[in-house]
Nanobody, 115 residues
Framework: QVQLVESGGGSVQAGGSLRLFCATS????????MRWYRQAPGKQRELVAV???????NYADSVKGRFTISRDNAKNTVYLQMNSLKPEDTAVYYC?????????WGQGTQVTVSS
């Protein structure tokens, strides 16, 4: 059974930092690309960052230079380091893995940035 469990969200002031965690089980983590998405109230879910099995990364323009995605294959965990947070980063953040054409999601973790 595939499980993705996010943690690390919270409330911070603008300019602050948070680190999100996504612990996975039930997948061969090391061969899967992993993604972080976010969904703000009233908006569509958007892709924030991707890391491939080889460690290549890609980011949404809105977070480039502020967010860093990384992975630890030994711990089956993917991270999202978020610095210089802005109020517009407020959203529920979701971890995603696509395995054999099937999307798996975690339950999400709330990030709230106040001005």
């Amino acid at each position: 059974q595939v499980q993705l469990v996010e943690s690390g969200g919270g409330s911070v002031q603008a300019g602050g930092s948070l680190r999100l965690f996504c612990a996975t089980s039930g997948i061969i983590f090391s061969i899967n690309a992993m993604r972080w998405y976010r969904q703000a109230p009233g908006k569509q879910r958007e892709l924030v960052a991707v890391i491939t099995s080889g460690g290549s990364t890609n980011y949404a323009d809105s977070v480039k230079g502020r967010f860093t995605i990384s992975r630890d294959n030994a711990k089956n965990t993917v991270y999202l380091q978020m610095n210089s947070l802005k109020p517009e980063d407020t959203a529920v953040y979701y971890c995603n893995a696509a395995v054999l054409g099937v999307d798996y999601w975690g339950q999400g973790t709330q990030v709230t940035v106040s001005s």
